[in-house]
């Protein structure tokens, strides 16, 4: 069973606009959720995270909302960037310390320019 | 720093080789990971270890051995190679102490393929 979920396999958007990646979530023991960034050919680079008892979190361009009584959260990226384009990994971290973390199964953005 | 290292970075193995897939960390991190990620999938976790001498399985554990004797190293074993190992395998590490919270950090993936 999928704990963590990216329903949408691809996104595209215009330079400038908006980036909207969301991600649900059916566990209600994660503490923590973290978007990475993967370009082609080389690991995920954390991007931002925010904790189970927060309901936003803001650093630049990159902000992570979650809404925790309907199990979702959303990455918005303003102004988007052609350098922004990559598969957007959703994680969740087990409450616990076990550190495990579970992903989705990923959204590639494209931004054109 | 070098951060997170694999060895190699693609590799053909036959049904049935072994073969051992390297990471090396520099940032003295305590927690170590093996991942895979299939084509179209997230990654899933392999096994962990949270310092050196101390491993645990993770989600999917089946036809891989590690080992953690330095708190740099963390290898990961494949003795029987199948069909279904063909994936992309990433090395991570974190920092961890009681009750915080780090990121994990990724090496750049070996790709594995067995025919």
């Known amino acids: 069973d999928q704990q963590v979920k990216q329903n949408s396999p691809s996104l595209s958007v215009q330079e400038g606009r908006i980036s909207i990646l969301n991600c649900d979530y059916t566990?209600?023991?994660?503490?923590?959720f973290l978007w990475y960034k993967k370009y082609p050919a080389e690991g995920p680079t954390f991007l931002i995270s925010?904790?189970?008892?927060?309901d936003k979190n803001e650093d630049g361009r990159f902000t992570v909302f979650l809404n925790k009584s309907a199990k979702h959260l959303s990455l918005h990226i303003v102004p988007s960037q052609p350098g922004d384009s990559a598969v957007y990994f959703c994680?969740?971290?087990?409450?616990?310390?076990?550190?495990?973390?579970?992903f989705g199964k990923g959204t590639k953005l494209t931004v054109n320019p | 720093n070098a951060g997170v290292t694999q060895t190699p970075k693609f590799r053909i193995l036959k049904i049935g080789q072994s073969m051992t897939l390297q990471c090396a960390q520099d940032?003295?991190?305590?927690?170590m990971y093996w991942y895979r990620q299939d084509p179209g999938m997230g990654l899933k976790l392999i096994y962990y270890?949270?310092?050196?001498?101390?491993?645990d399985k993770g989600e999917v554990p089946n036809g891989y051995n590690v080992s953690r004797s330095t708190t740099e190293d963390f290898p990961l074993r494949l003795e029987l190679a199948a069909p279904s190992q063909t994936s992309v395998y990433f090395c991570?590490?974190?920092?961890?102490?009681?009750?915080?919270?780090?990121?994990?950090?990724f090496g750049p993936g070996t790709r594995l393929t067995v025919l």
């Open positions: 270890s949270v310092g050196a001498g101390i491993t």
């Open positions: 940032m003295n991190h305590n927690y």
């Open positions: 994680a969740a971290r087990i409450t616990g310390g076990s550190e495990k973390l579970v």
């Open positions: 925010i904790s189970s008892i927060k």
């Open positions: 991570a590490s974190s920092y961890l102490t009681s009750g915080a919270f780090d990121t994990q950090y």
């Open positions: 566990n209600s023991m994660f503490d923590y």
